[in-house]
């Protein structure tokens, strides 16, 4: 099983940019797809971006050419780069794997004026 633990979010003005991290243990993330999921407030959780072991990604269409997802699997991190920030992108931001039962606590990303 693998933990994780996000980090890197915060307030941010409308097309600002932010870099969140995630840190993981365990040998097995490098082989694994991690991905970035989303909730806003009072909206369900949603996937944000995706990527493999070997580095293919997906995005969702809302988030297409503003954010890059990555890893460094020798660091055991996973990133998402987050470029010309729009209010709508406010929310909880988690990393995990497709399939995943357990959350952790993520970490807040706020864009505003």
């Known amino acids: 099983q693998v933990q994780l633990v996000e980090s890197g979010g915060g307030l941010v003005q409308p097309g600002g940019s932010l870099r969140l991290s995630c840190a993981a243990s365990?040998?097995?993330?490098?082989?694994?797809?991690m991905a970035w999921y989303r909730q806003p407030p009072g909206k369900q959780r949603e996937l944000v971006a995706s990527?493999?072991?070997?580095?293919?990604?997906n995005y969702a269409d809302s988030v297409k050419g503003r954010f890059t997802i990555s890893r460094d699997n020798a660091k055991l991190q996973l990133y998402l780069h987050m470029n010309s920030l729009k209010l709508e992108d406010t929310a909880v931001y988690y990393c995990?794997?497709?399939?995943?039962?357990?959350w952790g606590q993520g970490t807040q990303v706020t864009v505003s004026s």
């Open positions: 995990n794997y497709p399939g995943a039962r357990n």
């Open positions: 365990g040998n097995i993330f490098r082989a694994m797809t």
């Open positions: 990527i493999t072991g070997i580095g293919d990604t």
